[in-house]
């Protein structure tokens, strides 16, 4: 299962990601990013703390969402990171991709 | 305890976090600690979703086993479905990422497309493919069972 919460900040979209990011989820991930984009909303910042899964099926939909945000000028930011999901990036090779927060209030207030 | 098991579900995303449920059962009768299974679950999760998209090209085109057998060193996964021959081996593994990278770059794309293959070869000690006409794809991954394994 999969929980996205999105909490619009006045710089910033605050999506909290929790449960189990696959190939099954990772398209109700990519739906709810796509909404901040949608409405102009690209600087992000995504707390993956309670992430306890992640396949490359949702590495494929964060790196896609940073592409779209970068080329609008804006930044996804990953705060508070699981052990799963940052084991998945540095195997992907991907770890260095992101800003990477250990704290949510530091990773919002860097926009 | 059961030393082998087989699991056969419909080819759809949604029987993934079942088949990775069911070698997570096998990987702990042989031994694996929790970051180990989780590797375990993640390789066979990404040869899933491979078959899917893939072999069958879209949900519900057929159906997929899972098989594991524990041996005396060896933990042994064989996955099989029934679509045209696809050997996901034969899938270079992506370049490195020297950073910096630009994600902004197109040539990214390319690198990322080919991660679920590249997790098994990683998360794996052997990924082995085979095709025999009438039978369909068989996928087998190895990963050496840890010094003084439960019994």
Redesign the interface.
């Known amino acids: 299962m999969l929980d996205v919460n999105t909490e619009t900040l006045r710089r910033v979209d605050l999506i909290t990601v929790s449960g189990?990011v696959?190939?099954?989820t990772a398209h109700e991930l990519e739906e709810r990013l796509q909404e901040s984009m949608d409405k102009g909303r690209c600087n992000l910042v995504l707390d993956m703390s309670r992430v306890e899964?992640l396949?490359?099926?949702g590495?494929?939909i964060l790196?896609?969402t940073?592409?779209h945000c970068?080329?609008k000028g804006g930044d996804v930011r990953i705060a508070l990171p699981s052990e799963?999901v940052s084991?998945?990036m540095a195997?992907?090779?991907?770890d260095?991709?992101f800003e990477t927060y250990e704290d949510i209030t530091l990773a919002v207030g860097s926009f | 305890m059961g030393r082998k098991a087989s699991l056969t579900v419909p080819g759809r995303y949604s029987q993934i976090q079942r088949l990775c449920n069911f070698v997570a059962e096998g990987a702990q009768q042989a031994g694996f600690d929790e970051d180990e299974i989780f590797r375990v679950q993640l390789a066979c999760d990404e040869a899933c979703t491979n078959i899917i998209e893939h072999t069958y090209q879209g949900e519900d085109q057929g159906m997929i086993t899972v098989n594991w057998r524990i041996e005396t060193e060896r933990f042994v996964i064989k996955i099989e479905d029934s679509g045209e021959r696809f050997d996901p081996t034969d899938i270079p593994p992506p370049p490195p990422v020297p950073p910096p990278v630009d994600p902004v770059d197109d040539d990214f794309d390319i690198q990322v497309g080919g991660l679920g293959v590249f997790f098994m070869r990683q998360l794996m000690d052997a990924v082995t493919f085979s095709y025999e006409e009438g039978e369909g794809n068989v996928l087998t991954m190895i990963k050496q069972r840890p010094a003084g394994p439960s019994q």
């Open positions: 189990r696959d190939s099954n899964y396949s490359s099926a590495l494929r790196v896609s940073l592409r970068k080329r799963r084991e998945v195997l992907a090779g991907l260095t991709l």
